[in-house]
Nanobody, 123 residues
Framework: QVQLVESGVGLVQAGGSLTLSCAASGSIFRINVMAWYRQAPGKQRELVARMPSGGNTNYADSVKGRFTISRNNANNTMYLQMNSLKPEDTAVYYC?????????????????WGQGTQVTVSS
């Protein structure tokens, strides 16, 4: 079992900055992908930023140049640095991880979600 714990609940003014973090713990053999998604009221959950291990990072067009995703592989923690925040960035932000979990016969990939953290940007 793997747990994703997010932190960084925030209320900021437009133009401000906020950093979210997501710590993964548990029976982790390898983390394949970590990502941030968000869901605004009345809208579908959408990808914000994605960081595969050993691959290219990609961002939603709406956040390019303003948000930066990063990982600390030593402690399985992912971050989302959000700058120049806009009211339309208001949403619940979710951490996602695709993780290889060790089994008696090798490893198997599972997908996990964090509990979500509210980000509110006031105008």
């Amino acid at each position: 079992q793997v747990q994703l714990v997010e932190s960084g609940v925030g209320l900021v003014q437009a133009g401000g900055s906020l950093t979210l973090s997501c710590a993964a713990s548990g029976s982790i053999f390898r983390i394949n992908v970590m990502a941030w998604y968000r869901q605004a009221p009345g809208k579908q959950r959408e990808l914000v930023a994605r960081m595969p291990s050993g691959g290219n990072t990609n961002y939603a067009d709406s956040v390019k140049g303003r948000f930066t995703i990063s990982r600390n592989n030593a402690n399985n923690t992912m971050y989302l640095q959000m700058n120049s925040l806009k009211p339309e960035d208001t949403a619940v932000y979710y951490c996602y991880a695709d993780v290889d979990v060790g089994t008696l016969y090798g490893s198997k990939s599972y997908q996990y979600w964090g509990q979500g953290t509210q980000v509110t940007v006031s105008s």
